[in-house]
């Protein structure tokens, strides 16, 4: 390797690490994160060209980030309409612009800025996902759309046109306050929680699991929960990732297939993260995410299977079901109440479901249903279920693990141990 390749791969390695953070010192000068990027990226081609003759500089990181905002400093001085904006900092922006006065409650950071701009509720939930990939995560269009089993000029068309909304819009670079705040907190923490489900238990596709989503989002909640430690929920979403990227590692097979939680070695399960997800969570309050973290925690504190307590993750779920009244949540508490009660009792609860109209393309419905037929004797009917959940699902693993089920399915005498079902909140 020539000593110029080993100078591009720092580069890469630098810019991959400090992007966001270039990016947002660079948008709280031209208060548009479309431009901010493009001069990010500028500043990555100044270090491909000059780096392999002038030498690695002792903080590379800081040489890009002074790089990118001297070019953004060019441009603002170009810019007629920005000259009062020019009057008010001019001389202080030789070398780099002087910190904004801190906002009312101590918030002041151009990463938490970044953070709510791109995931503003002005844009749509696809449009904040990818547009907090790419420019908080790092992620190429290309990787975004393999991510999400999209094409890649949809993904590069929507990313475009979320800078264009935020522009045309005229979305502030700001953390909001108040009720504001709030309401774009959930926004955010929406995000980020979309993007660690796809990884973690991916919609369609041939992988059950991607782990870099998962590793993407649980990196963003850290930042965010490091930038915001007053926001209960913040942590909560924190614990509750932390807790369920400890099993990422046993929730497949060698050759990529599912394995249920039943039958996870528990000895793969990340201790580490287990014991950051139990610390995070005593800073988290009562909310949803909150809820589903310390469901979460029920599981990994159960050192066996069979010493779940199941009964304190159905009273959790119902808490869950009066914060955000929903089907799947219903879903979910019937499973843990078919684990304390017995299927029938479960079963009761996933009957009450069969018309819901938001349930019906969902498989976990039928796979929940086939799993608590099978306990109950019913074999032919759980087959017949494990079938249409194999016709629902998008995701190839999934199907294959369905369809064996359906095949097991047999007599009572001759039923296989049961393997509860999966489900998207706290399942495999």
Known sequence: MTAASDVAETVEAVFGIESARIIAGVARIVRDVGIAEELAQDALVAALEQWPESGVPDRPGAWLMATAKHRAIDLVRRKETYARKLAEVGRALEDVPPPEPA???????????????????????????????????????????????????????????????????????????????????????????????????????????????????????????????????????????????????????????????????????????????????????????????????????????????????????????????????????AVAVSMSEGPAAGLTLVDALADEPSLKDYHLLPSVRGDLLERLGRAEDARAEFERAASLTRNARERELLLKRADAAGPAEKRPEHKIASHRVTGR
């Open 103 to 333: 906002d009312a409650d101590g918030i002041d950071d151009d990463l938490l800025r970044l953070i709510f701009t791109a995931c503003h509720p002005v844009l749509s939930t696809e449009a904040r996902v990818a547009l907090t990939l790419r420019l908080l995560g790092g992620l190429t269009t290309q990787e975004i759309a393999r991510a999400f089993l999209a094409s890649e000029p949809a993904v590069a068309q929507r990313i475009v046109r979320a800078k264009r909304t935020l522009a045309k819009a005229g979305v502030p670079f700001e953390v909001p306050y108040g009720a504001e705040r709030a309401a774009r907190v959930e926004s955010v923490l929406e995000v980020i929680y979309l993007v660690f489900n796809e990884g973690y238990s991916a919609t369609a596709g041939d992988d059950l699991v991607r782990p870099t989503l998962c590793e993407d989002a649980l990196r963003l909640v850290r930042v965010l929960a490091a930038l915001m430690p007053g926001e209960p929920e913040v942590h909560g979403l924190a614990a509750l990732l932390e807790f369920q990227a400890s099993r990422i590692a046993a929730r497949t097979g060698p050759g990529g297939e599912p394995v249920l939680l039943a039958d996870q070695n528990r000895a793969r399960w990340n201790r580490m993260l287990i014991h950051r997800g139990i610390e995070t969570l005593r800073r988290a309050g009562l909310g949803p995410y909150s809820v589903q973290a310390a469901i979460a925690a029920c599981h990994a504190r159960a050192i066996r299977y069979e010493d779940t307590d199941w009964a304190t993750i159905a009273a959790l779920y119902g808490r869950l079901a009066a914060l955000v009244p929903s089907p799947v949540v219903e879903l979910n508490r």
